[in-house]
């Protein structure tokens, strides 16, 4: 049994790859032109949308559209007006508490970025641009502008340290109000983004794939990866693991063999969250499932931002799904009634069910309050927080049912391994 | 949004009305007056926020062409300005 698993995982060359950050640790300017080669933007420009499209790079933010379709919204939207002076914005405020992909990103290739910056903003005619993120990224941003000439007409800006503040529309209420609360969706942000101008916005590690993509084109991105999951993508890998870390792997690798790439024992893990505080969680015997969209689709997960965070066998997961609800429902952003109070009730109603305590729900009766209360939250916000928020209880409701229940019982499946 | 989870029921085809009933949540109080207007379109919840049915939970609610003018009342007179007719197709 242990040989056959084994020989079945792919060899580590096939799940590590080293592009973004191929240039090295903390790489200069000096040494990404030496690594990169000298690139113009404006002479990639008129190609980058076929590009991009060919290459099937998709947006490494969370959201996973395909990274070409917002560039061609933005390129073409309505321009009857001054005011559609065209906004590029590099997103790299990484609100979910493990990530660190985008930090790592910007310490270590942060001109890969700006290139991408530099090149999107080029294809799509845009004049004002922006580069967002928290510390330690920030530093390395404004290090990294200094550097260079064609830095010069980038804004800096501060991202605050809030699970929400990435978020697509808080981004563009942070630049120009500095609340990084989310807004209304009225229309898309191609149309009447930042000020009310056609905004594109990608993150960071998006730009730094169109940075590449730029310089070697489509064929070149589609080298690693595989058909349906083209390229490569930066995960963090955390939780029960020797040592969180961030990894560039390929598109479509394997769960189990990314988390033993981080030198995690994967028979040591019982489930994984993947994509994050808004994603859903994958049983051990799930973990041969590859790290692409099609391949979680039907347990109703996602990449999102490359979060995979492992659950050891001797830990509770009804009471960690617990403590990460009622993380989220303090990260509300306290706009939205339905998310402000159903949040917290949510996140009360896996407290009882951590505690044991769950009048009324015996199994085939009526279902359990989290199940009303993640329906009567879902959809009903301005952001998808409320959304990503019940996407994360039902998985975890379906997926821990047997540790649920014996906590019902007074006891915990987990202590005794 | 990443992607639209099933909650395991089936989609139903609907007669694509031509406008939708837009809640800004951001305003959004629970005073309650566009249930009132729209019983058929929309109930509270536990909150008192407007909820519609299962099908349309969401920021945009399809508005049949029967409950249009009650729709276009409810919008006008919300207290928060809270609520907008928007045209589903384009969005």
Redesign the interface.
Known sequence: MTIETTAAREPETRVIVSRLLAAGPDADFARHLARFGAFDPAAAAPRLLAELEASGLTGRGGAGFAAWRKCAATADARDSSPRARRVVIGNGAEGEPFSRKDETLLRNAPHLVIDGLLAAAAAVGASELYLYAGEPGLSAIHGAVAERADGAGIRVTAAADTFLSGQASAVVNAIATGRPLPRDPVGRLSESGLRGRPTLLHNVETLAHIGLIARYGADWFRAAGTAADPGTRLVTVAGDVPRAQVLEVHGGARIDAVLEAAGADPSRISAVLVGGYHGAWLTADQLGTALSPEALTPYGAHPGAGILLALDRTRCAVQTTAEIIDYLAGQSARQCGPCLFGLPALAASWRDLAAGAVPGAAPGEAPHRAWTLADAVDGRGACAHPDGTARLSRSALRVFAADIEQHRNGRCLRAAH | ???T???GRPPRPDPAPAVALH????????RGLCSELLPELLGR?????P?AS?RH???DIPVPAESEAAARDAAALCPVLALRLTDPRA?
């Open positions: 949004m990443n992607q989870i099933s909650n809640i800004d949540w951001t305003r959004c109080d629970g919840d536990e909150w008192g926020y909820l299962e939970r969401g920021r969005r």
